[in-house]
């Protein structure tokens, strides 16, 4: 799933300056489990807009609040056309993909970041979530026992740990995990360590043109009915 | 063929002896000359550290032509953290017109010890393929392919961590350099000789020529802040309580005395085919560890 923080209390405050009527939409998937833009985020924080516009006693925003059960599919947007009919701006606490989605549907209708959209990931445990894929268009976890060297190790390398590691640990961070260890470690429970001899040439960034985009193949998955 | 006066020494069987200097932060290279000056008659060859723990300086390019024009023989330390292979090819190519043909591959520092946060991490490559790469230069065409006008050659080696913790995967990255065509390697930092032994016994089957990395250590201090900052540098504790015995002051002449202590038994007991002096701040010692260990002035 893709992971995000709220933005600074101040720094939404700032944004919607401009604008009177702002909707606070929500995002019913990613954003709801990472914490950052669900429906009970929705809710917190228009209690706390409307209360620092209270305490001000200057305000001139009114709120509304919906949240969507996907922010990214047009499919979904189109529940937003009767809620946006009356409002000044959108406050998106969908990821950027959310956000340019709106965008996207709506060109007259200016849409707001509430959350900065950081990694992909899962969650750890209660609270902490964990970056695990940077999306590089060459997936290599076959090789490097199910752990990501391109996510999980600071440099990104592909033909061992770097000297910096010690006791178990990244050089950049003491507090995180070394993923060269990690993966040695893991291919040699699998008897795989002659995964880790091989030589990985340099990545291919071209797999990775920008935007990207996917069509549909007709038959790639179709379980064995290609030809 | 031989490609540099430093590989020549090496294939001669001398003791070769290295050490590296770390240019300034800034335009004024009045300290970086004359540390070039000083060990240039001394030792075999001197790297120039390339950005060391990623804090911005003089290049060690740069430095490396100095290093020329003053008479001595440069080392090109090139890690892969700032430039992509565009770049490294390009500054590969520069440093052989220039007559710069030892090159030390490294990785690099993570971005995140150093002193510009912020920056983008290059990492288009890392050392194995950094290797690689200049081998492929070597064959006449760039990364891609397309034909070079003008062939450049290279003695190229990397590093090698023989005492870090988790060893083993260490020693597979090394093989890999090995296949990758790594001539030499200079060491992190050895404190413990009863590791190099151990790797030694194991890195002969191997046919490349190993310096052993000599950090001089200045204090007790320093000795622990380096096992908690500076990546690959494992101090061990006997040193430490060595430096930590001595009175105040006297820290650097004690570390003088363990580097050479070090380096005369690498060097009487045959262990290696030669040392690594990394002074880390305190170029200006070198001739006194050389003279320590009894190994004054290699003949240039
Ligand atoms: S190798 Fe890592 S970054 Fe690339 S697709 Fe697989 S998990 Fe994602
Ligand atoms: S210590 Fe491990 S995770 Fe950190 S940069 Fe080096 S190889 Fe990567």
Redesign the pocket.
Known sequence: MIVAEQKPFEEIKQMISPYGRVLILGCGTCMTVCDAGGEREVSFLHSALRLAQTKSGNGTHSFSEYTLKRQCDPEFLDLLVDKIADVDVVLSLGCGIGVQAIAERFPDLPVLPGVNTSF?GMTKESGVWDE??????????DE?AGI?????CTKGILNGPCAGTKNGKCEANKDMDCAWILIYQRLETLHQLERMRRYYPPRNFRTIPRPKRILRQASINAGGSDD | MINSLFEEKLSSGEFVVTTEVGPAKGADTADLVHHIDLLKDRVDAINVTDHQSSVMRFPSLGGCLLVKEHGGEPILQMTCRDRNRLALQADLLLAYSRGITNVLCLTGDSIDVGDHKEAKPVFDLDSVQLLKMIRTLESGTDIEGNELKGVPRFYIGASVHPEADFVEPQLIKFEKKVSAGAQFFQTQGIFDLASLRRFMQYAAQFNVKILAGIIVLASARMARYMNDNVPGIIVSQAIIDELADVEKGKGLQKGIEIAARLIKTIKDENLCHGVHIMAVGNEGVVPDILEAAELVSVSP
């Open positions: 992909m695990r894929c940077a999306a590089c268009g060459d997936c290599r976890l490097t990501c060297p391109i996510t999980r």
